[in-house]
């Protein structure tokens, strides 16, 4: 791992932090990420069959049986020291938002504050029609029926080619344009448009942190590479800008 102590000086002075995060961050909660080629979601199911709009209309039953078994494993998983370690960094620094890819709740559960979920949250549902959150229906169709219209209801997550929550992209690319330093963690860079953040982070001056125990598109472009798991690499870095030294 390179600590290159120059740019842990420029973390340390930094008052306004960005932080990237993809499935990577909870793999050590036990939450799959997508492309691991053995364990990840898409090791064993197509995308295309179960996470776009289509996908749905073509098979709700499936793809909400799929959603509802992955919503009951999310439940049961507790975060780990790296989702810790980020609400710790919060609750030091001036001005601080984490713009999450993930729908596993799990960086609120562990305190983080401003939380920015762009691509929605497995824990809510709502109706494929109107797009609004239901909390609770009688219906046992699978997928159960909208009390309000009939419609269908989903999961309330971001599939391939339906856009991001707008006030959410619109706070994330923001906070990317005006922090001083942007942490990408356990993310992949290939799903856009999240993965454009940390390059528009970097034209604006920030200094740009990967944590990752792979290389990713966006490694040749960061200014500190830490290259290993979140939730050992995160917890060091925190003691490291606590302690000033390494
Ligand atoms: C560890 C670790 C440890 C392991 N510690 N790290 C520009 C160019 C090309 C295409 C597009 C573009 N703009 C838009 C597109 C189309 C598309 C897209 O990006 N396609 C690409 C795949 C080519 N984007 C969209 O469709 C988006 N919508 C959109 O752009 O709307 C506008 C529009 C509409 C119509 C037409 C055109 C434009 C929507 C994207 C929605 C993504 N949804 C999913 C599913 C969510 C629901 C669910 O959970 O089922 O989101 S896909 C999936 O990928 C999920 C994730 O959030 C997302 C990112 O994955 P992530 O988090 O990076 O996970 P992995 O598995 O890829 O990587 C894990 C990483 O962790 C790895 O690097 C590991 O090494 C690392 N790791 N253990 C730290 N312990």
């Known amino acids: 791992m390179t600590w290159d102590e120059s740019v842990l000086a420029r ?3 930094a008052k306004r932090w960005a932080v990237l995060t993809g499935a990577g961050i909870s793999a050590e909660s ?3 990420t997508f492309r691991d080629a053995q364990t990840g979601l898409w090791a064993n199911f197509r995308a295309e069959d179960l996470a776009t709009p289509e996908a749905f209309l073509r098979n709700p039953g499936m793809v909400w049986e799929w959603y509802a ?3 009951d ?3 049961l998983v507790r975060p780990n020291a790296g989702h810790y370690a980020l609400a710790d960094i ?7 938002t984490l713009i999450t890819q993930n729908i596993d709740d799990l960086h609120r ?6 939380v920015l979920e762009l691509h929605g949250n497995i824990l809510r549902t709502k109706c494929f029609a109107e797009n609004t959150v239901v909390d609770r229906w009688d219906s046992v169709d699978v997928p159960p029926k909208c009390p309000r219209c009939g419609a269908m209801l989903r999961p309330d997550v971001v599939w391939f080619g339906e856009m991001l929550p707008a006030d959410e992209m619109r706070e994330a690319m923001e906070a990317a344009r005006n922090c001083d330093v ?6 992949s860079g290939l799903v856009y448009p999240a993965a454009g953040l940390p390059f528009e982070a970097r034209q604006r001056g920030a200094v740009l942190v990967e944590i990752n125990p792979e290389e990713t598109p966006l490694s040749p472009y960061a200014h500190l590479i830490l290259n290993g798991k979140s939730g050992e690499v995160l917890p060091t870095l925190v003691e490291c ?3 000033g030294g390494k």
């Open 30 to 32: 036990g939450v799959p």
């Open 109 to 114: 559960k562990a305190g983080s504050r401003r």
């Open 182 to 187: 942007f942490l990408s963690i356990g993310t």
């Open 241 to 243: 800008l606590n302690s």
């Open 11 to 13: 973390l340390r002075s």
């Open 90 to 96: 919060e609750s030091r620094v001036e001005a601080f």
């Open 69 to 71: 078994m992955r919503r």
């Open 73 to 75: 494993r999310i439940a």
